[in-house]
């Protein structure tokens, strides 16, 4: 178990209700501010523009040595969203101008940021600023794929260059204890596809068609960066295989090799962890620079059964107590230097349908977090196919055996459940869908909500199974005291958005939020016309569609959540006993 630390001023406050309303919400006694949003400019040190990219998901917070108030936002920008971005939904009948807007908006921004009177803004221009785009820079590969030709799972060639353009579909991520970042690249198929059918269309635009992505494997991977060295060449590291990556979560143990875990967020994936051929060894950067260049990948083998189950549509839809047990054991099963190019497939391949569902398969790994006493958290978003019916999700924990991160062999358990069904005799309700997961110091697990907007379009009749939830939220879930175990929930995120990276600053003072794809579900409106807000479903940030307050472009921003009175500590509002 973890030792709690002192309450933080994030430890302590009065819960919200459900909301449908078209803003960010947070409780008494803090306050929420936009910091930087989709298109703002800022400037590098050679005063070269640069514009925040779209879809904000992950964020860590960097500090810089002998400056308590200031420090680098690192940020991935997931996807593009070309009817806000330029009115043509695609994929077919892009401009070469529509393709580019789309490529500069995705990849990542590296933002300098500063604290003047508690409230953080951007400093710019500044050498540090600087972004990484769906097209630039160059981005070396690494590891034991780079430059060679490997098979897709229909046996067809893939080749691996020395080099991809750019970095997109970038999730959520992660930091390394020698000051790099990790960029996950996640649903990577659609954007290169030479088929017309689905997702962003760019290699049908005449002279942009290099990439077919099913003869380059470009992306999928996940992406080193140095983000205090605006100069140092992103770079992809093959060793940590090919799959639609959420994020990454490292454990270091002095004397064990260096550890990696991560999932593949699809619906009946796994979660896999890597195991370095080196340690970390704290000091050395030469060498850390190379820990994730070289050594074995294993995939979760769970006993017995990956998946939580549900009897009945109904009984999902209730959350609670799933047919499957809420316990076991597992093995962790190594993947083969040929399967890396694409993981999961190649895997499901070797080990066949039946055996891979029961044992590998899981209800869909969105982040994965090591807590301070080497335990794993997943964060199991749902996996609502028919059989499985688990629409709310949960959060498990994974023990490796004798707590050693190199073990061969674990113990699971479910920890935190999603579903209607809140504290009793309060009529507030569970989260559902978790994504990402942070921890606090003061031993509290903070977890986003995920109902993706697919799920809340009127057509669909998983519809109702959200009705509770209301708009996507921040929970907190104190894991110690009289209050263990239950979600309060923290913040409200406006119209179809997702509150993505939550991450506390150096002195957990203010909880960064990305809020990402405000208004997600327009395009899907018969009635949607470019460039008119009123037909957009949010106007978040520049106005409120619920109080009808300024109609607007809906904008993904990073928001900086902070006391009223910073500095004054927690103590002002309280969680209801
Ligand atoms: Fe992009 Fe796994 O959510
Ligand atoms: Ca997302
Ligand atoms: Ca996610
Ligand atoms: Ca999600």
């Known amino acids: 178990a973890v030792a709690a630390g002192p309450p933080t001023p994030f430890s302590d406050f009065k819960a919200l209700a459900a909301s449908s309303?078209?803003?960010v919400e947070v409780p008494e006694g803090f306050r929420a501010d936009v910091l930087i949003q989709w298109g703002d400019e800022f400037l590098n040190s050679d005063g070269t523009k640069l514009r925040y990219g779209f879809n904000n998901d992950f964020l860590a917070f960097l500090k810089l040595d002998g400056k308590p108030d200031e420090g680098l936002l690192f940020v991935n920008h997931e996807y593009p969203a070309p009817f806000f971005q330029h009115g043509n939904k695609g994929?077919?009948?892009?401009?070469?101008e529509q393709v580019e807007l789309e490529k500069d908006s995705v990849g990542n921004s590296i933002v300098h940021i500063k604290r003047v009177d508690g409230l953080w803004q951007v400093v710019s221009p500044s050498p540090y600023n600087r972004r990484i785009t769906g097209g630039a820079p160059d981005c070396a590969f690494t590891g034991p794929l780079r430059g060679t030709i490997q098979q897709n799972a229909d046996g067809t060639p893939i080749e691996i260059e020395a080099t991809a353009a750019g970095s997109l579909a970038n999730c959520s991520g992660g930091i390394t204890p020698w000051g790099t970042t990790l960029s996950c690249e996640e649903n990577y198929d659609g954007y290169w596809s030479t088929t017309s059918s689905f997702g962003y269309g760019w290699a049908n635009v005449p002279g942009n068609d290099k990439y077919n992505e099913k003869t380059y494997a470009h992306y999928g991977w996940v992406v080193e960066h140095d983000p205090y060295d605006p100069s140092s060449t992103p770079r992809k590291h093959t060793?940590?295989?090919?799959f639609r990556h959420e994020n990454t979560a490292f454990r270091h143990v002095a004397g064990k090799k260096f550890v990696l875990y991560m999932g593949d967020d699809k619906a009946g994936e796994g979660v896999y962890k890597f195991v370095s051929d080196r340690e970390f060894l704290p000091g050395r950067r030469s060498h850390n620079l190379q820990i994730l260049e070289q050594g074995t990948l294993y995939i979760a083998k769970w006993a017995p059964e990956g998946r939580r189950r549900f009897a009945t549509a109904a009984a999902g839809e209730?959350?609670?107590?799933?047919?499957?047990?809420e316990s076991g054991s597992g093995e962790w099963v190594k993947v083969e230097q040929n399967e890396l190019v694409d993981t999961a497939a190649l895997l499901r391949k070797r080990i066949g349908t039946a055996e891979y569902d029961l044992h590998f398969s899981t209800n869909r790994p969105e982040d994965v977090e090591v807590d301070a006493d080497g335990t794993v958290y997943v964060s199991f978003t749902n996996n609502s196919g028919s059989g499985v019916w688990d629409f709310h999700g949960s959060v498990r924990k994974l023990?490796?055996?004798?707590?050693?991160?190199?073990?061969?062999?674990?113990?699971?358990?479910?920890?935190?459940?999603?579903?209607?069904?809140?504290?009793?005799?309060?009529?507030?309700?569970?989260?559902s869908s978790c994504d990402n997961l942070v921890f606090d110091s003061a031993n509290n697990l903070w977890v986003v909500t995920d109902i993706s907007s697919s799920s809340l379009k009127g057509s669909i009749s998983e519809k109702k199974y959200y009705t509770y939830h209301g708009n996507n939220a921040v929970f907190m879930i104190p894991?110690?005291?009289?209050?263990?175990?239950?979600a309060f929930r923290f913040a409200n995120m406006p119209i179809d958005a997702e509150g993505t990276g939550p991450y506390f600053d150096a002195d957990e003072s203010t909880l960064f939020v990305n809020?990402?794809?405000?208004?997600?579900?327009?395009?899907?409106k018969p009635t949607a016309v470019y460039g008119d807000a009123s037909t957009y479903t949010s106007w978040w940030p520049a106005g409120n569609k619920t109080a009808g307050l300024n109609p607007s472009l809906p904008r993904p921003a990073t928001v900086a959540i902070t006391r009223v009175k910073p500095g004054t500590g927690p103590g002002d509002t309280t969680i209801p006993p």
């Open 21 to 23: 309303a078209d803003q």
């Open 91 to 96: 994929p077919g009948g892009k401009t070469a």
């Open 239 to 242: 060793a940590l295989g090919r």
């Open 318 to 325: 209730a959350g609670g107590s799933p047919v499957t047990p």
């Open 399 to 431: 023990i490796e055996a004798g707590n050693d991160p190199t073990a061969l062999t674990f113990t699971w358990q479910d920890y935190a459940e999603g579903g209607p069904t809140g504290r009793a005799g309060t009529g507030e309700g569970g989260f």
């Open 479 to 486: 894991r110690s005291g009289p209050n263990a175990g239950v």
């Open 515 to 524: 809020v990402q794809h405000p208004g997600e579900v327009t395009p899907d």
